[in-house]
T-cell receptor, first 111, second 112 residues
Framework: GQQVMQIPQYQHVQEGEDFTTYCNSS?????IQWYKQRPGGHPVFLIQ?????EVKKQKRLTFQFGEAKKNSSLHITATQTTDVGTYFC???????????FGTGTRLQVTL | EPEVTQTPSHQVTQMGQEVILRCVPI?????FYWYRQILGQKVEFLVS????????KSEIFDDQFSVERPDGSNFTLKIRSTKLEDSAMYFC??????????FGPGTRLTVL
């Protein structure tokens, strides 16, 4: 089945710095979703991207879907300690719309 | 806001024992899922359930696993004979047609 790789695996930033995580696939994706999982928590849906080149913003978060629909990124501007967690991209596939998660990027933010 | 609930929050069991993990999906949702997450790893799909039957399952979901929706509200995952490698966080999720999945808080299963 389709797989997605995420980089970096881990990022440690100072509060106020920017952060970006990338999700890459070897095949064309029909859509991509992003989830946030706080430490000890469950995945929480952030956004879904469907169109080639699509860019969506949620306050300090900017999501992009590549023109070839093979990659996606999540950028956080001016990180805060509340941004701490693991960010996963996920594919929605199959007749049952199961989610295939990427490997995740763990973000640590310190003051 | 409606939410998916799961019980217990933590289950400790001996290897070879049967466990049942329970989930109450959001009440008007029609699609139900189980995922698992081994500590420090990604979330992995186990099984999806719709219209009272399994619609898709992964390679992980072997004969030791089963799911059931015994009544209108509960959705259960049974592991017949637990192995050490079954230790993980198990998440239930549910959704409406055409909408995103909502995850429960998870059950941490520890097999000794």
């Amino acid at each position: 089945g389709q797989q997605v790789m995420q980089i970096p695996q881990y990022q440690h930033v100072q509060e106020g710095e920017d952060f970006t995580t990338y999700c890459n696939s070897s095949t064309t994706l029909s859509n991509i979703q992003w989830y946030k999982q706080r430490p000890g928590g469950h995945p929480v849906f952030l956004i879904q991207l469907v169109k080639s080149g699509e860019v969506k913003k949620q306050k300090r978060l900017t999501f992009q879907f590549g023109e070839a629909k093979k990659n996606s990124s999540l950028h956080i501007t001016a990180t805060q300690t509340t941004d701490v967690g693991t960010y996963f991209c996920a594919l929605n596939t199959g007749t049952a719309s199961k989610l295939t998660f990427g490997t995740g990027t763990r973000l640590q933010v310190t003051l | 806001e409606p939410e998916v609930t799961q019980t217990p929050s933590h289950q400790v069991t001996q290897m070879g024992q049967e466990v049942i993990l329970r989930c109450v999906p959001i009440s008007n949702h029609l699609y139900f899922y189980w995922y698992r997450q081994i500590l420090g790893q990604k979330v992995e799909f186990l099984v999806s359930f719709y219209n009272n039957e399994i619609s898709e399952k992964s390679e992980i979901f072997d004969d030791q696993f089963s799911v059931e929706r015994p009544d209108g509200s509960n959705f259960t995952l049974k592991i017949r004979s637990t192995k050490l490698e079954d230790s993980a966080m198990y998440f239930c999720a549910s959704r409406l047609p055409g909408y995103t999945q909502y995850f429960g808080p998870g059950t941490r299963l520890t097999v000794l």
